[in-house]
C-alpha cells in the first residue's frame, strides 16, 4: 500500500481564491511527522509546513495551513488567497516513528497546482 | 550561507561509465541523504548517513555508493551507469536534534541523463 497518496495528479485554481491539495497517508507507528514541500519550476524542494502526529493544532504558516485529521489519516494543504507564485508541484511526506535512525521520508507522487490570472 | 550544494547540475554519461555526484554543506548538520525524482513522481531515498563514517541503505540503493567521510561532504557514486539511473538527484541535510521537525535542507539537485 502506498505510504503517502496524493490523489490530484494537477488543479487549476484562480488566483486569490483558496485551494486544498489533498494528502493521505498509512502508517502504523503512533508518532510520526508529516511534511509538505513546494517545488517550483526551477527545482529545487522549498519547506512549507510540518504537522507532528501528537500536535493538537493544526499547523499554521503564514497562507499555509495544513488540516490534519488524524482519524481520516488526512494532511491537506490549505493555500488562502492563491498568487501567481503559488503555481508549482507541491508533495506531501511522512516520517514515521520518533527513533532516530529511522530516516526514510516517504513521498508523495505531487500535485501541479497552476494559477490562473 | 550556501546551505546544501550539490555538482555538477547537469551531466550526460554514457552506459557503463561512472560518475561522482558531489554534495557539501556548511550547516553542521549531522543527517545527510540522497534522493532521486524520477519524471512525474515523488522523491525516492537512495542512501543516508547519521554522521561521517556512517551510511545506511535507503529505498533504491541498488546501483550507487556513498561515503561520508566528514561532516560536510556526501557524496554519491555511480559505478557502472544504466539509462534507470536517469533522474533528478537531490542531497539534503538535516540536523536532527532532539525536539525539531526532521524538516530537510535540500540542493537543488542535479539532472543526470544516462544514454
Known amino acids: 500500500a502506498q505510504k503517502i497518496t496524493q490523489t490530484q495528479p494537477g488543479m487549476f485554481v484562480q488566483e486569490k481564491e483558496a485551494v486544498t491539495l489533498d494528502c493521505t497517508y498509512d502508517?502504523?507507528?503512533?508518532?510520526?511527522?508529516l511534511f509538505w514541500y513546494k517545488q517550483p519550476s526551477s527545482g529545487e524542494m522549498i519547506f512549507l509546513i510540518y504537522?507532528?502526529?501528537?500536535?493538537?493544532q493544526n499547523a499554521t504558516e503564514g497562507r499555509y495551513s495544513l488540516n490534519f485529521q488524524k482519524a481520516r489519516k488526512s494532511a491537506n494543504l490549505v493555500i488562502s488567497a492563491s498568487q501567481l507564485g503559488d503555481s508549482a508541484m507541491y508533495f506531501c511526506?511522512?516520517?514515521?516513528?520518533?527513533?532516530?535512525?529511522?530516516?526514510?521520508?516517504?513521498f508523495g507522487t505531487g500535485t501541479r497546482l497552476t494559477i490562473i490570472p | 550561507n550556501a546551505g546544501v550544494t550539490q555538482t555538477p547540475k547537469f551531466r550526460i554519461l554514457k552506459i557503463g561509465q561512472s560518475m561522482t555526484l558531489q554534495c557539501t554543506q556548511d550547516?553542521?548538520?549531522?543527517?545527510m541523504y540522497w534522493y532521486r525524482q524520477d519524471p512525474g513522481m515523488g522523491l525516492k531515498l537512495i542512501y543516508y548517513?547519521?554522521?561521517?563514517?556512517?551510511?545506511d541503505k535507503g529505498e533504491v540503493p541498488n546501483g550507487y555508493n556513498v561515503s561520508r567521510s566528514t561532516t560536510e561532504d556526501f557524496p554519491l557514486r555511480l559505478e557502472l551507469a544504466a539509462p534507470s539511473q536517469t533522474s533528478v538527484y537531490f542531497c539534503?541535510?538535516?540536523?536532527?536534534?532532539?525536539?525539531?521537525?526532521?524538516?530537510?535542507?535540500f540542493g537543488e539537485g542535479s539532472r543526470l541523463t544516462v544514454l
Open positions: 539534503a541535510s538535516s540536523p536532527r536534534v532532539y525536539g525539531d521537525t526532521g524538516e530537510l535542507f
Open positions: 511526506a511522512m516520517r514515521e516513528g520518533r527513533d532516530f535512525g529511522n530516516e526514510k521520508l516517504t
Open positions: 550547516m553542521n548538520h549531522n543527517y
Open positions: 504537522q507532528g502526529s501528537y500536535d493538537e
Open positions: 502508517t502504523s507507528d503512533q508518532s510520526y511527522g
Open positions: 548517513s547519521v554522521g561521517a563514517g556512517i551510511t
